[in-house]
């Protein structure tokens, strides 16, 4: 089936660094993917809606300079948190739409961010 | 606004009890509804979905039919297992179909545990 591979699946920086996730579709193409952010025993919130080759669309509240998003290809997403604050702590998780249109989206397994 | 009520947890269950979760949805129009599940340390996946009035989804002993007239859309299995212990997600998509169809908004989630 379906594979998205996130990575790092856990990383830990000091404040005031860049830290950049990958979301990578294995074994399929994706037009569109999504990144949500997930904070301690809440629920997931969708930052953005990245498009292969074009801007990201951002959520209202999240900061397009702060999270940056690239989706230079069909397989790769990335999402860079710029000067990252511990506020910036949190689980941030990708899905994937596959080129085909059906309507399937696979999740990454998540990326535990913590700013120290 | 859109959004997902799920009902709180932790719900701890023993093997082989009945699990009722409950999720009650607002939104417009008639959105397509999910159930996630979310085992520890690992991303989401797909549990079933249902994307119609009166459709039942259904996988690995989870069933969840959309009741429209209620706007809700509950998690239920007959006899839990140890191993269906892990957090369930709530979730809807306003769009049936297009770029927009992956935007998840998703309810709290529920803790599950099943002890022997």
């Known amino acids: 089936g379906a594979v998205v591979s996130q990575h790092p699946s856990r990383v830990i920086c000091k404040s005031g660094t860049s830290v950049k996730i990958e979301c990578r579709s294995l074994?399929?193409?994706?037009?569109?993917m999504f990144w949500y952010r997930q904070f301690p025993k809440q629920s997931l919130m969708l930052m953005a809606t990245s498009n292969e080759g074009s801007k990201a669309t951002y959520e209202q509240g999240v900061e397009k300079d702060k999270f940056l998003i690239n989706h230079a290809s069909l397989t790769l997403s990335t999402l860079t948190v710029t000067s990252a604050h511990p506020e910036d702590s949190s689980f941030y998780i990708c899905?994937?739409?596959?080129?085909?249109?059906?309507?399937?989206?696979?999740f990454g397994a998540g990326s535990r961010l913590t700013v120290l | 606004g859109n959004s997902v009520t799920q009902m709180e947890g932790p719900v701890t269950l023993s093997e082989e009890a009945f699990l009722t979760i409950n999720c009650t949805y607002t939104?417009?129009?008639?959105?397509?509804l999910f159930w996630y599940v979310q085992y520890p340390g690992e991303g989401l996946q797909l549990l079933l979905k249902a994307t119609k009035a009166d459709d039942k989804g259904s996988n690995k002993g989870f069933e969840a039919t959309y009741r429209k007239e209620t706007t809700s859309f509950h998690l239920e299995k007959g006899s839990v297992q140890v191993s269906d212990s892990a957090v369930y997600f709530c979730?809807?998509?306003?769009?049936?179909?297009?770029?927009?169809?992956?935007?998840?908004?998703f309810g709290q989630g529920t803790i599950l545990t099943v002890h022997p």
């Open positions: 979730a809807f998509t306003r769009s049936a179909g297009g770029t927009s169809y992956g935007k998840l908004t």
């Open positions: 939104a417009t129009g008639y959105p397509s």
């Open positions: 074994d399929f193409q994706a037009t569109t």
């Open positions: 899905s994937a739409r596959a080129l085909s249109g059906a309507n399937v989206l696979t």
